[in-house]
């Protein structure tokens, strides 16, 4: 048995030294590291779950109040929550409320805001095979989120990335229907590119990264989006995506203009950065399907025309403004804030109409 075992690991740490990934992210694992991979069976696979915060004491207790419940099996456990908080809001101690109630929530509090990427990177650095990361401005669906956007790295090693399928919340402000109208037409998009294992689904909201990919890079801290850069380094260390459609966790989309605009500055920021930084393995996955596009825009806006036209003239705008002005990424871009305002009655009529999710 012994000898077996010992088999076992030589041949992942062969396999995985032998890895063709570029330089900065391939590089030979440890044996501790390689106990951390999910391999199938029945072993117990630890997950920690990770939230970037930055003054959100108006969410932190929903969000923890769902996580805390939320199921494991007995191949899956949750056995750390971590914050990592950079807030002035009283968010912080919020979180230590809660860790007074559960050991496995703790926080990691900084007095100066270090960014998304940082968070990120912080939070990959602690124990657990797999790392969950989840927005605090959104709600699971129900309690076995975390359990269904995991279970596919336990039958599937390979697998480097499980992505989620977050779920806007329809409301009837103008701009928010025109946020909630590109949000349909690109949910539309994202889900039909590659069966959804593509880089549109990887973000933020909801993501789980395997150690193998998670303690193999880092995050500059200049990289406009953090959870597309490390959609791409999966790529480039040669594991699978996978698009997870029941891992649904509901959202705020944008409300105001104001907030519209900084979300589609960022979005051109990202894409141009992604080009640079990654070359043709980018250019060849941003590039959505022209008929696609056109067919889930026309779709939506013979449902919404109006909402149609604004976005159509808001998105070439900003388009323009970004060709014109070339705007720099910031480490610490703007908050979009009226994201932030859950409301618990649409959150409730959403879960029993989720055709459009």
Not at 70 to 95: A, M, P, Y
Not at 256 to 280: C, K, P, S
Not at 308 to 321: D, G, N, R, V, W
Request: glycine residues 6%.
């Amino acid at each position: 048995m012994k000898e077996q075992y010992q088999d076992s690991i030589g041949k992942k740490k062969d396999a995985l030294n032998s890895c063709q990934g570029p330089s900065g992210f391939c590089r030979s694992l440890s044996l501790a590291e390689i106990l951390f991979i999910p391999r199938g069976g029945t072993e117990l696979v630890d997950v920690t779950i990770g939230i970037a915060t930055f003054n959100e004491a108006q969410n932190i207790s929903n969000i923890l109040g769902a996580l805390v419940t939320q199921k494991g099996n007995d191949e899956i456990k949750i056995v750390s929550i971590i914050v990592s908080d950079d807030s002035s809001d009283g968010t912080e101690r919020l979180v230590k409320k809660w860790a007074s109630r559960d050991s496995r929530i703790r926080v990691l509090h900084h007095s100066t805001r270090q960014g998304y990427n940082a968070a990120l990177n912080e939070i990959f650095e602690q124990r657990g095979r797999v790392s969950v990361i989840i927005d605090a401005d959104v709600l699971p669906a129900d309690d076995k989120v975390i359990l269904r956007l995991v279970s596919p790295m336990i039958r599937d090693h390979n697998i480097g990335i499980c992505a989620g399928a977050p779920c806007a919340l329809e409301t009837k402000k103008l701009m928010g229907r025109v946020a909630y109208f590109t949000y349909t037409v690109w949910n539309e998009v994202r889900r039909r590119m590659k069966g959804g294992s593509n880089f549109l689904t990887v973000n933020g909201r909801i993501f789980a990264v395997s150690s193998v990919v998670s303690r193999r890079m880092k995050i500059p801290i200049g990289v406009v989006g953090g959870d597309a850069y490390t959609y791409f380094s999966c790529i480039k260390l040669n594991r699978k995506v996978q698009f997870v459609p029941d891992a649904t966790v509901y959202y705020q989309e944008t409300q105001t203009l104001h907030d519209f605009l900084i979300r589609r500055l960022r979005y051109e920021q990202n894409i141009a950065q992604l080009i640079r930084m990654f070359g043709n393995l980018a250019k060849s996955e941003v590039a959505v399907p022209r008929g696609l596009l056109f067919r889930s825009t026309l779709k939506e806006g013979l449902r919404d025309p109006l909402s149609l036209f604004i976005a159509t003239t808001l998105t070439m705008l900003s388009k323009l403004h970004y060709r014109a002005a070339k705007t720099a990424p910031h480490r610490h871009f703007a908050i979009a804030t009226s994201t932030k305002r859950l409301d618990s009655e649409l959150i409730a009529r959403t879960r029993q109409i989720t055709v459009r999710c």
